[in-house]
């Protein structure tokens, strides 16, 4: 039984491990730097993506419409849609009223969600900007997609759940079964971060969102440079010690500032390939 279970234990972390050595999902094909991406109007399956969600997080969470700062972030958020000429969208911006959680999340189906934490903690429109431009550009860039398998990840999912669930079974002596499919894949997308509200990036998506964001708040009225001063006073979390800050997903601000100071000096030379390309 032990060397059964033991057995079990190492054929599961080896799943794991071919699983995401392989590169499991489907990768999308990355962004030119320089270009905000142009996107067509959502599905309407997407749209019903998007409106789960939402449905689902009203169920945990009420809706801050009357918040003192709600219609300025609104109105940040319409113009910075404009400016990316993408306002022939359906964009949705819907704000929680939870305080002492700080976050933004853009969701397949062109739709954002703020956690009304997030705005106690910014100094101006400038930072809501550039906060909400690093999301929009997650969006833009099709990022939020749900996950796609691979051929040959579904069918190495399907091997090893029955591979597992004979295991299991043989462990137990038979006492314990497991039944049903995409039980292991489920598993994997939660284990990995994967679902739509606790999605993780990983460093090369954030870098392209964040020189699209950076090129979209350069258009917009805003400040690009306000974004490195939101993660710069960020970097000192103790500062709001009755927050849970989920801004930073897995990359931290000290990282997102490195990056943001690599990519900003770039955005002069991406505007003038814009307009040479406007030009021709």
């Given at each position: ?14 799943c ?23 996107v ?29 700062r ?59 900007a ?24 579904d ?22 079964a ?5 039980w ?79 990519l900003?000096?770039q ?5 003038r ?8």
């Open positions: 039984m032990y060397l059964s279970a033991r057995s079990l234990i190492w054929f599961l972390v080896t794991i491990a071919l699983v995401s050595s392989s590169g499991c999902t489907v990768k999308h094909a990355p962004i030119q730097p320089g270009m905000i991406p142009k067509s109007s959502p599905t309407p399956g997407e749209t019903q993506y998007g409106q789960r969600l939402f449905k689902s997080l009203c169920e945990d969470h009420k809706l801050a419409g009357g918040h003192a709600y219609e300025e972030l609104t109105a940040v958020f319409d113009h910075l849609v404009k400016t990316a000429e993408a306002d022939h969208l359906a964009w949705q911006i819907q704000l929680f009223d939870e305080p002492e959680i700080v976050d933004v999340r853009a969701v397949h189906g062109n739709y954002i969600f703020v956690w009304s934490g997030f705005l106690d903690i910014v100094q101006s429109e400038d930072e809501i550039g906060v909400l431009a690093g999301e929009m550009a997650h969006a833009l860039a099709r990022h939020t997609e749900p996950v796609q398998f691979t051929i040959m990840s069918v190495f999912f399907s091997v090893a759940e029955m591979a597992t669930s004979i295991a299991i079974m043989t462990a137990s002596h038979g006492i314990v497991i039944s049903g499919q995409g292991m894949k489920w598993a994997y997308v939660h284990a990995a971060d994967l679902d739509p509200l606790d999605r993780e990036y990983n460093e090369a998506y954030e870098k392209e969102a964040t020189a699209i964001a950076l090129l979209l708040v350069a258009r917009s009225k805003y400040s690009p440079e306000a974004m490195i001063d939101f993660w710069k006073r960020l970097e000192n979390t103790d500062a709001y010690p009755d927050k849970k800050i989920r801004l930073n997903r897995n990359i931290a601000p000290q990282q997102r500032v490195l990056m943001l100071e690599e900003m000096p955005i002069p030379e991406w505007s390939q814009e307009a040479d390309s406007n030009e021709s």
